[in-house]
């Protein structure tokens, strides 16, 4: 996302008019979702000056700031934890993403047992090859689940168990993936198939493509949901 992102955090480049990240806490609040705790590292302090506490979308917001870069995603959330619980589960979401997935669901969706619940969305043309595989509920690592599994990609929001952080030490880099495939060897990896609206915000011109299009369904006047309960 260079050069916008050298003095910009990505959370905060604009879309439709309104910050990225303001259209996840807006749909969090909607869905009544009012704890909410922000993990951040390149320039985050911008993204604590400009949302505060959250008293605006009529949420309670908590920083979990990292060093720049360092933690990677799985990383991060463990480094967010203590701040988050070690025994309920929690909604993830991607911040350089725009979905309309309804996350009001995010409360029921973590089976007994799980240990993670993701969205799946169908291939981009950017991303053809996919990330895991799904057949029924159940996801594995890419072909693993054999005859009848459909190739999908991650969309970035996902409901965790802290179970799945316990092996990573506050303050350690880790990937996610590598987590979850262990998890899904052990069949305890569920998911679904979204085929809404859903954008990975990963280059400038898809920024902006994704601006024009919110833009005009304002002008239409149709309601453009928001997004959902957490950036990491």
Request: glycine share 12%; charged share 20%; aromatic share 6%.
């Amino acid at each position: 996302m260079r050069p916008l992102t050298d003095s910009t955090p990505k959370p905060l480049l604009e879309v439709g008019g309104k910050p990225l990240i303001a259209w996840h806490l807006e749909r969090l609040a909607l869905a009544g979702l009012c704890e909410v705790v922000i993990n951040h590292a390149h320039l985050g302090a911008q993204i604590e000056a400009a949302l505060g506490g959250g008293a605006r979308w009529g949420l309670s917001i908590t920083y979990s700031p990292e060093p720049e870069g360092a933690l990677e995603t799985a990383g991060g959330i463990a480094n967010a934890l203590p701040l988050l619980g070690h025994d309920e589960p929690f909604l993830v979401i991607n911040g350089d993403i725009w979905c309309d997935w309804d996350v009001s669901q995010a409360a029921s969706a973590l089976n007994a047992g799980d240990l993670a619940h993701l969205v799946l969305v169908p291939n981009p043309p950017h991303h053809p090859q996919g990330d895991f595989s799904l057949c029924g509920r159940a996801v594995g690592a890419d072909a693993a689940l054999g005859g009848g599994a459909q190739s999908c990609t991650f969309s970035g929001i996902g409901i965790y168990h802290p179970q799945i952080f316990a092996g990573i030490r506050r303050g350690k880099p880790a990937k996610l993936a590598p987590l979850l495939r262990v998890a899904m060897a052990e069949r305890r990896v569920a998911g679904e198939l979204y085929a809404g609206r859903w954008v990975d915000v990963g280059t400038p011109q898809r920024l902006a493509e994704l601006d024009v299009e919110l833009r005009s369904l304002s002008h239409q006047g149709i309601a453009s949901p928001a997004l959902a309960r957490r950036d990491i």
